[in-house]
């Protein structure tokens, strides 16, 4: 056999050291493939790795930024966290989200005139059951008709997306805002409040927070989480428990639409304001990739959405100065999930070389 | 009706239907040896936006084919190296395959967005569609070769046992699901729009996985679901068109919700798709101990 | 008749936890049927996939017809003429018995071809066949004959029988050795891997016995009886038990009330009819052959399945047919199903974890839904110290612990609770010599102690062991019961075979 080429050996129990590492070293392979891109591309590595990951955030306004853009990754994180422990594979949150922002903000624009202390409350509780009814649809569906979660759920991102698209162009749109397809502003009580002067960072950020300390204290402290972890691993073990398998799979996607619709309505109450066509730069499906670099648990989802939510601040950048497009940024996110996965093979299994 | 618009009618089904049977039977051939690959909408992009720059570069129609089919196989062999060599998650690398696929091809296409290009006629791939799903129906259930694959698919422990590579059986049927993934797209964009834009395949290649399922695996009926899905998608346009009194976007849910239905009544037969999907679908293989 | 065929040459081959194989050396004879006798994990299986060209061995060589076997895929063994039929088919469930015997043949073969040579086949070895039926059809018996036939095709000339009588019926036992006589006949060699005794005797003219992974004899069968072989193969005297009925109390603790449950689906057997009781301390075993139901049934009585056509089951006077695990567990109820990992135990949680999956009444693990961290942990502690659970501790991943020592711990969780009725489902399935004495002893301590107990199991002499009652299933349909002290084996041969008298 080849000296060079290693050997595939199972390891007796996965290693938590590798659980922790892999994540680091997915990054670290990510950043290296990115120079090498980019020194093919023509650009000095150094100035372009700087202008991607570390000038976006030298700056108060930019470390803001930072934060508004992770705040909806961690949230839908967090969520997919239910799905995912569950081996749910719900993928629709970024319908979830549309649903939300429609429920949640179409009550905003309802009280556009409105100011009072209720309005941005109630628009919070539109938004989340908002998302948790059109998680509902797949969960139903997976339930009742044994139909596959994965397609179903993605259909309905279309079909949410199309709603939205309808009712900025339709029956919500602006009668003051001649053609553009959006709908009124909400009014001051129903935008999420800023947490510094003159930074975009919201109260967003803080819901987000309390919502991860709660998954956290749910996943590592209540029966319903273990009950979440079993079934994923191993559904058999779940019925011989005596876990309902089908009420988990309603919590799981509720609770998941549920946190993606209040992630949509904290962006349009946040930092946008009204409600039209391209309300989340495909937040719910980048959320996929935070919640596996973040290992599905609540600091490393915190981790994780900072990192990915810098490569959309670094695309932007690297499109400003580079004048590289700004899906770059996407590009690094496939990369980062794939050397993930990729070296995701060290946590069971360790490699050999012949001697 | 008449005759006139009927055919058409026809006709714009033809050329609108021809991507979904290429991507489904590229898939269907890829989950019968066992590996299920949701990149099919992020290959098919690639595929697009490969053929579309080749064409604007170079101007030669054979160049933009051969280099698509080529990313595809790139595409390909990368998510084939991840799920059998590494053995990760299949749902998962097919997302990132995905993810990575819509990222690069906006990046590679976004100079290229409205350029001209004279596109090609569609009728000859319309005709290779259904030779190639003849010709794969004919490889599965005439050949050695082809029961091969399927025992791969079914069991890979046992065709391990018997002496068969099912790792080498794995890894060129993922590579023909991505060239028939990169030949969608880039009949996408050289014959059927004929130009690029960005996340130009609309959910085409998540409706190609449902048509594998709906297909209960079975290639001949790729065919008979692809048309229903063109045939849904190219009618509420024409009702569009003839006026009926809703709003646009409600008739374009229509290809996606009807996914959604025919999922749900080809799925509610339990018994039915456990028969029929092959038995080691998304299980990875490991040699070693 | 004294040429030798195969030479094993100090094989060794080691894994990360165990020597599988140590310094193995002996010979086989040409066309004859040679026994490989051991326990579950002395090293039999290990020993035939070198020869197979499954695993290569750390040491050793193996001469095949005087020359030295070079293989590393089970092609080039074949290409040698060396065929396998495997304890667990390497058939393709789904697809036809002629797709599975093409998928056999390397060269290539016109079907015409193929039907002639099967017919040749089947009548000259007794191995009839339904070319156009799906695997999934065919009884366990057919399955084996389809892969007997299917490296018959190959002509090969040794034939490595791994366990092939584990899933049959006595009279399908009968059959397969007509069959594998004939071959003999003819000059082919077989090697025949066993636990089982009586079998060595009836078929094999030599034996090789081992323990441990090494060999402890390996002799002519002439001279040897039942008795001299399982001596060897265990190692140690085995002692006489007798079977207690002085505790069993005259009062009904569970009983089945025709219990019928249809399910539509060629993988799964129907249930017709299931009746039986059991008192009060009694241990009742269910006896079968793979695949007539146990499984079906034991989802029923766990309560995995509750969508039962018609039928009760009755637990101290109470209807328990709807109630989930759960709630079953409340009334107490415990259970051990057949699959350790991945069914009463999750090999990715910790042994602590894993405790969480049966909650009893008189366990405080969780109070409204908060876990109670400290009460799950000591619990886990208290089942690996009384059940003597070899393992780091209980934080250990349950993958980590061997077979046996999962046993001891899933059965050390359902019966630390002192639980009325146990149900429990084939005990001392693939686990060692050791920890089958334990758990064996364990469950006639428990039924002394007053708990009922319900085994299922393929394994004869284990039920007639630890069995007060026993009554086979058929088919879907269970026998009456037979004291255990009166048990003939013949009479449970011909019900397990679904000859009733």
Known sequence: MNKFIPIIISRPQSSNLMNVLVPVIAVILTLLTGSII?????????????????????????????????????????????????????????????????????????????????????????????????????????????????LTSLMLVYVALLILDYLVVGPWKDPLGYSFPKTRQFSESGRMPLLFAGLRVHFGLIITLVLIFFSWFIFSKTI????????????????????SQNILVYLAFGICGAFAGIAGLSEVSGPIGLLYRDISPNYGFTAIIVAFLGRLHPIGIIFASLIIALTYLGAEDAQLFMQIPAAVGFVFQGLILFYLLGADLLVNYKLEFNK | MDFELLYGIVKIILIATTPLVFAGIGELVTEKSGVLNLGVEGMMLVGAVTAFVTLVITGNYILAFTFSILSGVIMSSLFAFLVLILMSNQIATGLALTIFGIGLSSMIGKNYIGTPIEGLSPWFFVIFSFVIVFFISYFFYKTKAGLILRAVGESHNSAHALGYGVLKIRFCSIIFGGAMCALAGSYMSICYAPMWQENMTAGRGWIALALVVFATWKPGRILIGAYIFGGVSILQMNFQAWGLSLPGQFFNMAPYLATLIVLVLISSNKLRVKLSAPASLTIPFFKGR | MNNTFIKFNNITKKFPRVIANDDISFDIKKSSVHALLGENGAGKSTLVKVLYGLLASDHGTITFNDQELNISSPSEARNKGIGMVF????????????????????????????????????????????????????????????????????????????????????????????????????????????????????LCNDVTIMRNGKVIDSCSTDNQTAKSLATKMLGEKLEDLKTDYSHIKNEISFSSKNISCSFNDPFFTDLKNISFDVNVGEIFGIAGVAGNGQSELMDILVGENTLID??????????????????????????????????????????????????????????????????????????????????????????????????????GREISSKPKLLIISHPTWGIDAGAEHSIRESLIDLSKNGTSIIVLSQDLDELIEITHRIAVIFDGKLSKPINTNEVDIAKLGLLMGGKNE
């Open chain 1, 224 to 243: 319903f989480g273990f009950q979440l972890k079993v079934s994923g691993y191993s559904p058999t073990a779940a019925r011989y428990a005596g876990f």
């Open chain 3, 87 to 202: 304890q667990h088919f390497s058939l393709f469930e789904s697809l036809t018995v002629r797709d599975n015997l093409i998928l056999g043949i390397d060269k290539k073969i016109s079907y015409s071809d193929l039907k002639n040579q099967l017919e040749n086949i089947s009548s000259k070895y007794n191995l009839p066949l339904d070319l156009d039926a799906p695997i999934t059809s065919l009884s366990a018996g057919e399955k084996q004959r389809v892969e007997i036939v299917r490296i018959l095709l190959q002509d090969p000339q040794l034939l490595i029988m791994d366990e092939p009588t584990s899933v049959l019926t006595p009279q399908e036992v009968e059959n397969l050795f007509v069959t594998l006589n004939a071959l003999v006949k003819e000059g082919r060699t077989i090697l025949y891997i066993t636990h089982k005794l009586e079998e060595v005797i009836t």
């Open chain 3, 310 to 411: 018609s039928g009760e089951l009755i637990f101290n006077n109470r209807n328990i047919e709807f109630l989930n695990p759960q709630k079953r567990r409340d009334l107490s109820m415990a259970f051990v199903p057949e699959n350790r990992l991945g069914h009463s135990a999750v090999p990715e949680l910790t042994l602590s974890e894993n405790i969480l999956l049966s909650q009893f009444p008189n366990n405080k693990f969780s109070k409204n839904g908060i876990l109670n961290h400290n009460s799950i942990e000591d619990y886990a502690i208290k089942v690996i110290e009384n059940f003597n659970v070899v393992t780091p501790g209980s934080d250990a991943k349950a993958s980590s612990l061997s077979g046996g020592n999962l046993q001891k711990f899933v059965i």
């Open chain 1, 38 to 150: 980019f020194s093919i591309m023509g650009f000095n590595p150094f100035f372009a790795l700087h202008t991607f990951f570390i000038s976006p955030i030298s700056t108060s306004y930019g470390i803001s930024e930072l934060l508004v853009k992770a705040t909806p990754l961690a949230l839908i994180a967090i969520g997919l966290a239910f799905c995912f422990k569950n081996n749910i594979y719900n993928i629709g949150a970024e319908g979830q989200l549309t649903m939300g922002a429609i429920f949640g903000g179409g009550i905003g624009i309802y009280f556009y005139d409105t100011n009072a202390f209720w309005l941005l409350p109630l628009m919070i509780l539109g938004g989340a059951i908002g998302g948790a009814l059109w998680a509902m649809i797949p969960a139903l569906l997976k339930t009742k008709f044994n139909t596959n979660e994965i």
